[in-house]
Structure formats: C-alpha cells, structure tokens
C-alpha cells in the first residue's frame, strides 16, 4: 500500500457461506433463489466512479452514515473534517477518541495492500479486511479495481483502547460507506473559487527538476483524484528516494505554526528520521469553516542524505507555482 509502508500484509483468510435445502421447503422456493441468482448475475458490475460520482470532486463526508454510525456503537460523532482526498472523521468512546479517515482511493495493480478477509458484495465489489500493524483498515474494492480505505485508529496512541473496540468503529464506518456506495446516489464536493483544485500538481515540478533534487532518473505520477503528484528515483545511487506533493485540509485557527518561510510563503517543516515535509497555507476550504484551511504539503523520503535539504529544495521550486498566499 502506498503512503510509506504503513500497512502490513498477513495471512489470508477464507469466507465461505453455505445454505441447505429441507423437504420442508415449500416448491417455489429453490426456483425463487435461482431467480436472484440469475438477477445478481445480470447486475452490471459496479466501477468507482458510478459509485462516486467523478474522483476528483468525492465527498468523502458525504458517504458517512452518522445516525447508523452512533447507533451501532458505543460513543458519539466529535466532528468531521472534509478534504480533497479523504474525509477525517473523530469518534468519542468511553475510552478515548478513535480517528478514521473515509477515502484516499488506490488502483489495486500499483499497490500491496493484500486481504486477511474478502467479501464479495453486489455488482461485483468487494468488502475487505486489510491486515495492519497499527489501528484497523477496511476497503471497498469496485469492479475496476479501484480501491476506497476506511482507517481507524486511537488519537495519540493512547493505548486505552483495545483493537477489538477501534475495529468494530471501522466496521462501522464502513457499514454506511457501503450503503451510499451501493446506493443509486452520488456524492459531489464543491471547492471554492482559487482552491488548490483548480492545480495540476504534476505541473508544478518537472520530471527534471525533481531528478535534480532527488539525484536520479525520475517520473511524475498523478495521484487518483488528481489531488497529488509523487516522483521517485527509478535508477542509480538514489533509487527509491520519493517525493510526494498533495492537496490537503488543516484545522488551522492562526497562522503560527507556519513561523518558518520558503521562496516568500509561510512554511511548516516536520521531519521524521529519513522522511520530511514542509506545508504552506492556502485559502480556507469553505465559507462555513474558516478554520479549515487548505494546504499545500511536500514531502521527501531518502536513506541517502538529508531529507530536508531536498524537500527545501523542491518547495524553493514549487512554492513560487502557487497561487499568491492571501495572508
């Protein structure tokens, strides 16, 4: 699976249904069930975007089932916090807060992100159990191939939490993602004018530009949706060194966070051993919630050198492409 190896691959496991016959039954009732059969066969298989609606306007939110949500567990909707590219979602349990993000859509053919449970829904989609290491992972993957993540996981890694209690919330979840998958409707986000979405992201690096930086051949490839752009090395002494741009939501109520500065524009840097990131703000992401503010994030992942001189030297690039910052 991408994003870095958070996920992890286990053992696949079976799912089988059977049914059985009594003399009891009354005559039309085995004609009846090869009637659905036939009728299930005949469903036209089921694609993404004929769930979704176009992938690069989703709203994530939108496929959350909050009433059926609170009903099948114990605990209560904290907030929802739309995005391009996933719906952040925080649940409120007795014992703490449980984190799940509804989207961040992937074609299985570039990813490996392999079942322990797989069940075969209508219309050809399948409903999948994803093995990780860390919180529970769920996914619905429509007849093209093109696969949706439901993600829950503890806030902060409390620890209070048993796996049990943060997989029966992604259960959850995806019970109603299913329901408006499934459903004849679709569900559509509208951006502001001067959003981010009106980028192409992959034109704000060239392939050589990048190569420079990361220190070896490189390629752009759009991210599904359209609201990202990752380049890695694909030979040399750096093959394997990665850079990612993306589109994203932040809960920002001031500006101080991005104290730091590049090519002119307010910058964040984080970093994490052989992986770093810098962000600078953009317009908020709707008139309702000012505080929700879009962003712009660059990340570099290398073993070779450090990762913040490269991901400096890309924003120096790419931060002057953006649309001028509206302080």
């Known amino acids: 699976m991408k994003r870095f190896g958070i996920f992890a691959a286990v053992v696949a496991v079976a799912m089988t249904a059977s049914c059985s016959t009594s003399t009891d039954e009354e005559p039309g009732a085995a004609k009846g069930t090869a009637v659905e059969e036939a009728t299930n066969a005949q469903e036209e298989p089921l694609t993404a975007e004929a769930a979704l609606g176009d992938l690069s306007t989703v709203d994530f939110c939108g496929l959350l089932d909050t009433k059926a949500l609170e009903e099948g567990i114990e ?19 007795q014992g703490g807060r449980v984190i799940a993000t509804i989207g961040n859509l992937y074609d299985k ?8 449970e797989d069940e075969t829904l209508s219309r050809s989609v399948h409903r999948q159990v ?4 860390v919180g529970c992972v769920r996914a619905l993957l429509f007849a093209d191939e093109i696969g949706l993540e439901v993600f829950a996981w503890e806030l902060e890694d409390a620890g209070k939490l048993d796996t049990e209690t943060i997989c029966h ?6 019970d109603g993602v299913q329901d408006a998958a ?13 959003s981010l979405a009106e980028l192409e992201p992959c034109s704000l690096l060239e392939d050589t530009e990048a190569a420079k930086v990361l220190g070896g051949e490189t390629s752009a490839q759009e991210q599904l949706g359209g609201h990202g752009c990752t380049w890695e090395v694909s030979s040399g002494e750096s093959t394997g060194a990665t850079a990612e741009l993306t589109f994203d939501v932040a809960l920002t109520a001031d500006l101080s966070g991005f104290s730091g500065e590049i090519a002119g524009r307010p910058t964040q840097m ?14 908020p992401f709707s008139e309702e919630n000012p505080n929700q503010r879009e962003v712009v994030t660059l990340l ?22 953006l649309p001028k910052f509206p302080g």
């Open 182 to 194: 499934l459903s004849e409707d679709t569900f559509t986000l509208s951006f502001q004018p001067g």
């Open 169 to 174: 919330i992604a259960d959850a979840v995806t």
């Open 270 to 283: 984080s970093v994490d051993r052989y992986m770093c990131q810098v962000a600078t703000p953009h317009i």
């Open 75 to 93: 605990g209560t909707l904290a907030f929802t916090q739309p995005g391009f590219s996933q719906c952040l979602v925080g649940i409120d349990t």
């Open 130 to 133: 994803i093995a990780t290491e």
């Open 109 to 116: 053919s570039e990813s490996t992100n392999w079942p322990s």
């Open 300 to 321: 570099a992942m290398a073993t070779w050198e450090d990762p913040c001189q490269a991901v400096e030297e890309l924003a120096e690039v790419v931060w002057p492409q």
